[in-house]
T-cell receptor
């Protein structure tokens, strides 16, 4: 069984640009969660999608947005990138909410 | 906002020793989970303990939960160099269904061979 896959692995963008990060959940998992992990810090919750709908949103500005597709894969978009957006972005999926399976993350660097 | 706080922030032990990490949280929970993260990678789910459970074992891992003190501990027995990683607790706020897991800042464990 394939795990949660994220792409790209690394992404370098210039301040002000837009970044798009992608996540494919484990087959059968309908919930996708996005977290931001800045260097040396814990995970900050960004967004939760389930069955194509946004279920919950963390304390992040509106320039962080996303969506979930009919096949349950998900996209995270970050507009007007700022230097402090540099972080590891982790996607996780679950079926029942008990125990998340994480992808390996996308390392976003804003220069 | 952080729900869980792990303690200590960093822990260094010799191979073969036991490692104990603690987690405190603020609100009522349905369950508490522990995850492990190797440097710069995704997190791996280790163990889940529900609010009506007091202790749970999985291999060399032992987790306890004290809901009256809003705290949990993770014990890794007979540690190995391969256990070197960051360990996070995560809580699912009660009632369930509407909130994602909230993670602490983690304990960085170093096991010296």
């Amino acid at each position: 069984e394939a795990g949660v896959t994220q792409s790209p692995t690394h992404l370098i963008k210039t301040r002000g640009q837009q970044a798009t990060l992608r996540c494919s959940p484990i087959s059968g998992h309908t919930s996708v969660y996005w977290y931001q992990q800045a260097l040396g810090l814990g995970l900050q919750f960004l967004l939760w999608y389930d069955e194509g709908e946004e279920r919950n949103r963390g304390n992040f500005p509106p320039r962080f947005s996303g969506r979930q597709f009919p096949n349950y894969s998900s996209e995270l978009n970050v507009n007007a990138l700022e230097l402090e957006d540099s972080a590891l972005y982790l996607c996780a999926s679950s079926f029942s909410g008990d125990g998340y399976t994480f992808g390996s993350g996308t390392r976003l660097t804003v220069v | 906002s952080q729900q869980g706080e792990e303690d200590p922030q960093a822990l260094s032990i010799q191979e073969g020793e036991n490692a104990t990490m603690n987690c405190s949280y603020k609100t009522s929970i349905n369950n508490l989970q522990w995850y492990r993260q190797n440097s710069g990678r995704g997190l791996v789910h280790l163990i889940l303990i529900r609010s009506n459970e007091r202790e749970k074992h999985s291999g060399r891992l032992r987790v306890t939960l004290d809901t009256s003190k809003k705290s949990s501990s993770l014990l890794i027995t007979a540690s190995r160099a391969a256990d070197t990683a960051s360990y996070f607790c995560a809580t699912d706020r009660a009632p369930s269904g509407n909130t994602p897991l909230v993670f602490g800042k983690g304990t960085r464990l170093s096991v010296i061979a």
